[in-house]
């Protein structure tokens, strides 16, 4: 059985998106940048919901060919090519880049997904995470908690019909103040 994993940089008051679907506050560090890499070359696979995957398809593809990349954001776009993906959504058309796209019952395939063998999945986008989460699908939270507040725009956790009992497994400080906590579900 798969390892889902969800991973998010979130400003101190909860939102993963200022309002507008601003993100400028979540510019990382190089260590940050660095650690995220290492996070995604440990994913199998990854999954996306639309808006996720717009920004991320928007760059990736050639971030590696951006004159100022550094090696990290070199390694992070081979990579992002290289990983399978998978795109829920009901508006997207067209998907490339080693990926498949699924307009059905997000739910259903995740829980399919999580019952092969391989290596963890990553999960991407506050309406997809959401809906695993909800269902119960998530073994592991990794926050990147960024020390901003932004008054408001697209929250990291949306309403839950029941708790989700986490046990803490890692703290670690980056440049900026910049704070990952690790948390694995409890079952």
């Known amino acids: 059985m798969r390892k889902l994993i969800f991973g998010m940089n979130v400003t101190l008051d909860g939102y993963i998106a200022a309002p507008g679907d601003d993100i400028g506050w979540s510019a990382p560090s190089d260590e940050l940048f660095q650690w995220w890499l290492e996070r995604e070359q440990e994913s199998s696979l990854t999954l996306y919901g639309r808006k996720i995957w717009a920004a991320m398809s928007s760059y990736w593809p ?3 060919q951006q004159p100022d990349a550094t090696p990290a954001q070199v390694a992070f776009a081979r990579n992002w090519r290289d990983t399978p993906k998978v795109v829920f959504s009901s508006t997207v058309d067209k998907v490339d880049w080693n990926t498949r796209l699924v307009t059905g019952d997000a739910v259903a395939e995740i829980t399919r997904l999580k019952a092969e063998d391989g ?4 999960i991407g986008g506050a309406t997809l995470a959401a809906a695993a989460m909800r269902a ?3 073994d592991e939270y990794q926050l990147a908690t960024h020390p901003v507040l932004v008054g408001g725009g697209t929250p990291l956790f949306t309403t839950l019909d029941h708790w989700v009992d986490l046990r803490l497994v890692q703290t670690r400080t ?3 103040g910049v704070v990952l ?3 694995e579900t409890r079952r």
């Open 136 to 138: 119960g699908l998530i």
């Open 62 to 64: 050639t971030g590696d």
């Open 181 to 183: 906590t690790r948390y």
């Open 174 to 176: 980056f440049p900026g």
């Open 119 to 122: 290596g963890p999945m990553s």
